[in-house]
């Protein structure tokens, strides 16, 4: 993992195998404290003491707690990014409308069913606003395009569309990590999003 200083505020980026490990330490740590105290117990004194570091070698690589959640968050987003791409590339679904509900599973896995800690994570990345959903989003705009031969879209996704779909796209998910145990079940959720998707463009 590398971490700019003028992207994500580290101080510097872990290049020694010893110096991944402890930034891996750190966000772990970081993982456990907000999965059992939430956003309010994230302290990077509370973050350092978890991680078995010194305060003064956690500052070296994250010079706040914000950093220290958007690191998560890129993590978390590499992840579903891989997910996404590996939804792209499954052979084995074999309609546009299923492909989609791939992808849109691929995408609300990290905002739904997954633990407190990488909610909160991700509703921290939401709030941020920024470009760190643009290559998920790409990618989906790419699965989409790439189905238009099949006959089933057959307007073209353009500059208007794919700023209303991001949009909608992003505020289901906000919801989804806002909402509680007051949402409706992940899987209908994300019934009704493959719908959107599908009406939006058919």
């Known amino acids: 993992m590398k971490i700019k200083e003028n992207q994500k505020g580290a101080v510097r980026a872990p290049r020694q195998e010893r110096s991944r490990q402890k930034v891996e330490l750190i966000l772990e740590a970081a993982v456990r404290i907000l999965e059992r105290r939430g956003m309010e117990g994230l302290t990077t004194n509370a973050v350092a003491a978890s991680a078995g570091v010194s305060i003064g070698t956690l500052y070296?690589?994250?010079?706040?707690?914000?950093?220290?959640?958007?690191?998560?968050?890129?993590?978390?987003?590499?992840?579903?990014?891989?997910?996404?791409?590996?939804?792209?590339?499954?052979?084995?679904?074999?309609?546009?409308?299923e492909r989609i509900a791939a992808v849109v599973g691929a995408v609300a896995a990290s905002?739904?069913?997954?633990?407190?800690?990488?909610?909160?994570?991700?509703?921290?990345?939401?709030?941020?606003?920024?470009?760190?959903?643009?290559g998920v989003l790409a990618?989906?705009?790419?699965?989409?395009g790439s189905e238009r031969p099949s006959g089933q879209f057959t307007s073209p996704l353009d500059a208007g569309d794919a700023f209303v779909l991001a949009h909608a796209v992003r505020g289901v998910l906000r919801a989804m990590t806002s909402e509680g145990e007051d949402s409706p079940p992940q899987e209908e959720?994300?019934?009704?999003?493959?719908?959107?998707?599908?009406?939006?463009?058919?």
């Not at 950093?67 to 074999?94: F, K, N, Q, Y």
């Not at 997954?114 to 909610?119: D, E, N, S």
């Not at 990618?139 to 989409?144: Q, Y």
């Open 60 to 97: 070296q690589y994250f010079p706040n707690k914000a950093a220290i959640l958007d690191a998560l968050a890129d993590r978390e987003v590499a992840g579903m990014s891989a997910r996404v791409v590996s939804a792209m590339r499954d052979e084995t679904i074999p309609s546009a409308r």
């Open 189 to 202: 959720i994300e019934r009704s999003l493959t719908r959107l998707v599908v009406r939006y463009l058919s």
């Open 111 to 134: 905002y739904g069913g997954r633990t407190a800690a990488y909610r909160l994570t991700m509703a921290h990345s939401l709030s941020q606003g920024g470009n760190r959903m643009d």
């Open 139 to 144: 990618a989906m705009r790419s699965v989409l």
